[in-house]
T-cell receptor, first 117, second 113 residues
Framework: AQTVTQSQPEMSVQEAETVTLSCTYD???????LFWYKQPPSRQMILVIR??????QNATENRFSVNFQKAAKSFSLKISDSQLGDAAMYFC??????????????FGKGTKLSVKP | NAGVTQTPKFQVLKTGQSMTLQCAQD?????MSWYRQDPGMGLRLIHY???????DQGEVPNGYNVSRSTTEDFPLRLLSAAPSQTSVYFC????????????FGPGTRLLVL
């Protein structure tokens, strides 16, 4: 079974600085997708960024980028120029590319990010 | 589009009571799912559906029932509520395919006394 591990329960960053959130996963599959979701205090789950396992190029979305190390099964999220609105819980998630359950997301336990003004 | 809607937003139940959490989407998504979120646990899959008339169990299905009679609706039924079911429940939907974005509803906070 696949697992997702986020080893940092809490992180803190100064406004305008850069922070990296860690995520590792375990799988024997070769076709899969990785996601970072943001959950602000409103509880709404918001997709931040997506990475296809077959792509070597790291995904980027504005100030958000990932460092995808397939061999190491590592998928970290870098937030540049941190803003107060980035304060939230961040969840790393895995999605298999196989079978009827391929829609299911497997989540890590989350990292709570605080942004200091 | 309203996206994914959930009702109610908050509910208090007594142990042993039953209730249905409603979920609807207006994006014609084939895939729908229910997750629960507990402190320090992330989100865990309860049940999911890949289309009308097709449902299957996720990681934590005990104590919950689902059915999918239409593409739009995917209700979650608690048969006999227990304090262990106190949680925040999220419904999500997406088009078929693992690359597709899952859209989440705003969540239902359930307290079982």
């Amino acid at each position: 079974a696949q697992t997702v591990t986020q080893s940092q329960p809490e992180m803190s960053v100064q406004e305008a600085e850069t922070v990296t959130l860690s995520c590792t996963y375990d799988t024997s599959e070769s076709d899969y997708y990785l996601f970072w979701y943001k959950q602000p205090p409103s509880r709404q789950m918001i997709l931040v960024i997506r990475q296809e396992a077959y792509k070597q190029q790291n995904a980027t979305e504005n100030r958000f980028s990932v460092n995808f190390q397939k061999a190491a099964k590592s998928f970290s999220l870098k937030i540049s120029d941190s803003q107060l609105g980035d304060a939230a819980m961040y969840f790393c998630a895995y999605r298999s590319g196989y079978g009827g359950s391929q829609g299911n997301l497997i989540f890590g336990k989350g990292t709570k990010l605080s942004v200091k003004p | 589009n309203a996206g994914v809607t959930q009702t109610p937003k908050f509910q208090v139940l007594k142990t042993g009571q039953s209730m249905t959490l409603q979920c609807a989407q207006d994006m014609n998504h084939e895939y729908m799912s229910w997750y629960r979120q507990d402190p320090g646990m992330g989100l865990r899959l309860i049940h999911y559906s890949v289309g009308a008339g097709i449902t299957d169990q996720g990681e934590v299905p005990n104590g919950y029932n689902v059915s999918r009679s239409t593409t739009e609706d995917f209700p979650l039924r608690l048969l006999s509520a227990a304090p262990s079911q106190t949680s925040v429940y999220f419904c999500a939907s997406s088009l078929a395919g693992p690359r597709e974005t899952q859209y989440f509803g705003p969540g239902t906070r359930l307290l079982v006394l």
